[in-house]
């Protein structure tokens, strides 16, 4: 009891105002862990509930910072250090992003579609992972319902594979030696289409003077 007394006086020299002139404490709650979840559309939700407590619907805050969502394993360090910055965004785009609400009753609702994703990286180095995308609202919450973070998922029905190989040196030989035949192609026509606009000139021009 010592302890519990003392940890609710320093909560209470930290309390501040909050929503609507109510008095919140500066604290919160840190959920960390990993789901496993078949690969359907689903969710999984955040709400506070305790069978040994009354809950006001009108003191749940459910603001909070997404620190870290990511479906799939995590790539190596050396793998992600290749890709561009706009493909680690997708991998975990929600990292480090803050939803604040200045209102109560209410909650943010996070919808994601998941995209299956190949990195190729060479013959031993085929990584299968996930990129996401994010749409975030706010949902309003009737007066006796407690809010409730919301994060919804499903699965698009495609697939990205991003190659990261290394060319040899023969696929530049034989792309520069492509290169060089279309540029020789290209000027032996026009060299060509010149030669004949030039002879049917000539022999026009003769032909008036006959």
């Not at 190659?163 to 540029?183: D, H, M, N, W």
Request: glycine share 6%.
């Amino acid at each position: 009891m010592d302890a519990e007394s003392a940890e609710h006086r320093e909560a209470a020299k930290r309390r501040k105002p909050g929503l609507f002139g109510q008095l919140q404490y500066d604290v919160g709650c840190k959920v960390e862990g990993w789901l496993e979840v078949p690969r359907v559309p689903g969710n999984f939700h955040i709400e506070a509930r305790s069978a040994t407590h009354d809950m006001v619907p009108s003191m749940a805050n459910l603001s909070h910072t997404v620190n870290h969502l990511q479906f799939g394993d995590a790539l190596a360090p050396m793998y992600e250090a290749r890709l561009p910055e706009k493909l680690l965004y997708l991998m975990k785009p929600l990292d480090k992003q803050s939803f604040i609400l200045d209102k109560i009753h209410q909650a943010p609702q996070h919808y994601i579609k998941i995209v299956s994703t190949l990195y190729d990286y060479g013959p031993r180095a085929n990584i299968p992972a996930y990129q996401i995308t994010s749409q975030n609202r706010i949902a309003t919450y009737g007066k006796d319902e407690i809010p409730e973070a919301k994060f919804s998922y499903d699965t698009m029905p495609i697939a990205v594979i991003v190659s990261q190989r290394e060319k040899p040196f023969y696929s530049f030989v034989t792309s520069l030696l492509a290169i060089i035949g279309g540029t020789y192609t290209v000027v032996s026509i026009f060299d060509g289409f010149v030669f004949t606009l030039n002879e049917n000139v000539i022999k026009g021009y003769f032909g008036k003077q006959e």
